[in-house]
C-alpha cells in the first residue's frame, strides 16, 4: 500500500525531471539567439546571452539541490 509520502516523491521527481528538461531545451534556444546575435555583429546581446544561458544553467542546480535536500531523489 502506497503511503502520500511515496505518492509525493514520485509526484516531486517528475515535476524535477519535467523542470530540468524544459530548463536544458531553454537553454539551448538561449544560446542559439546568441550564437545569432553575435553572427549579426551585435556583441551585448550575445553577450547578454550567454549570461543568461549561465544563469539557466546554474538554476535547475539549484533546484536539484533543493529537493534533494527534502529526501527527493
Do not use: H, Q, W
Not at 22 to 45: H, R, W
Not at 55 to 60: I, K, N, T
Request: hydrophobic share 60%; proline share 1%.
Amino acid at each position: 500500500m502506497t503511503t502520500v509520502a511515496d505518492n509525493f516523491g514520485v509526484i516531486m521527481r517528475g515535476v524535477r525531471t519535467l523542470f530540468l528538461v524544459c530548463a536544458f531545451l531553454y537553454g539551448v534556444v538561449i544560446l542559439l539567439e546568441s550564437a545569432m546575435a553575435f553572427s549579426k555583429g551585435d556583441l551585448v546581446e550575445g553577450k547578454l546571452g550567454l549570461l543568461n544561458a549561465g544563469l539557466l544553467a546554474a538554476g535547475p542546480l539549484i533546484i536539484m539541490f533543493i529537493l534533494t535536500s527534502f529526501g527527493v531523489k
